[in-house]
């Protein structure tokens, strides 16, 4: 097995919002380090900055620029990928031209375009997670939950990724309530305590993985267990939850570059997403120690029942980002609404759509 030793982590000073904007004005690197970027690769001098240590569900970060990104006349190397220890730090780094891409939540994203940065989301990285709203007894509906908003629920703190994915199925779903109105909610930021605290009786709702489901059934009776949403499946299409940001700046002096990257990540996408074997050769290749094969098949069916790897025409949406935005907003996780426009770069993601078709 190879293993990736190019995962390092740097700390570099916090710099206030407004430093980090004017950094923006530096130098911008790609294929031929300014001007328009029309012409044809290859494509070099290209840096991803991310912000946390490589995974089976971020595979597709390395897989689309190591080994796809050829296709697409892209040149990185493992030296070319850097891990960081907050978004912060590593936007402040691409914003000062040390790095030209950055991945992360599309939360962090959007904050940073609040914050007056100049960033834009220019490619999915990933589409959520194979979650579930579980509940016991005798809620068995979303409606059912609705009626009983002093029932026990185990969900994180305001803002936590629980109570935003519960919200955007209610919002997708025309509920009339959030996870900010149950008046009886257990605060557990981690995943093993809310499948403790449901198996225990000590809360009746929570947001499971989906392979946690049949510990549950198991355990309490399926007919006393019910899924009241597939997360994924209910809530609006085309929300990104990580994505790949850029300054504006780079993106309109290197598009070539920006939509060969996007391209050579959603080819990735696909072939992780449709054929195993593919996705375990990556991860055997990529992670260290090997993970046992029976974990990474179940990781990999989420990735490919629910497309967690995003791909194809509409893996951003207006409507998608729309719904995270005001999610967001109600959740106290951004101040403001944020126009669409003002956060995707929809030209480039459109172009390595149409690019990767042509290769296809």
């Known amino acids: 097995m190879t293993a990736f030793p190019g ?178 909610p257990t605060i557990l930021e981690d995943n093993p305590a809310r499948l403790s605290a449901l198996l225990s009786g000590d809360v009746r709702v929570t947001v499971l993985n989906a392979y946690q489901i049949p510990t549950v059934e198991q355990e309490l009776g399926k007919d006393n267990v019910h899924v009241l949403s597939n997360i994924m499946a209910d809530m609006e299409g085309g929300v990104v939850n990580a994505g790949y940001a850029a300054s504006q700046k780079w993106l309109d002096e290197n598009e070539g570059a920006a939509v060969a990257f996007c391209a050579s990540v959603l080819d990735a996408n696909k072939r992780l997403t449709e054929d195993f074997d593919y996705y375990k050769t990556m991860n055997d290749k990529y992670l260290e120690p090997d993970m046992e094969e029976a974990l990474l098949r179940q990781n990999w069916e989420a990735i490919s029942n629910e497309h967690l790897f995003p791909f194809g025409a509409d893996s951003i949406t207006k409507a998608g980002v729309e719904s995270l935005v005001k999610v967001a907003v109600d959740n106290g996780v951004l101040d403001s609404d944020i126009a669409f426009d003002d956060a995707v770069n929809t030209d480039i993601l459109k172009k390595a759509e149409a690019l990767v078709e042509k290769n296809s």
């Open 7 to 184: 995962w390092r982590t740097t700390a570099i000073a916090l710099a206030s919002a407004a430093a980090l904007a004017l950094t923006a004005c530096g130098t911008s690197g790609g294929s031929d380090g300014g001007g328009s970027d029309e012409s044809a690769g290859p494509y070099t001098d290209i840096k991803l900055a991310r912000t946390s240590s490589l995974d089976s569900g971020e595979i597709n970060d390395v897989v689309g620029p190591l080994e796809r990104g050829s296709t697409y006349d892209l040149k990185m190397s493992e030296s070319d990928i850097e891990d960081f220890q907050s978004p912060s730090t590593a936007l402040q780094v691409v914003l000062s031209g040390e790095s030209q891409i950055y991945t992360g939540s599309a939360i962090s994203i959007l904050q940073a375009v609040q914050q007056g940065l100049p960033v834009k989301i220019f490619c999915p990285q990933s589409a959520g997670y194979d979650t579930r709203i579980v509940a016991t007894g005798d809620i068995a509906t979303l409606e059912d939950l609705g009626k009983q908003l002093d029932v026990p629920i185990a969900i994180e703190g305001p803002g936590g990724p629980v109570n935003m994915l519960m919200d955007l199925v209610l919002e997708a779903k025309g509920m009339d309530y959030r996870s900010s109105d149950f008046t009886k």
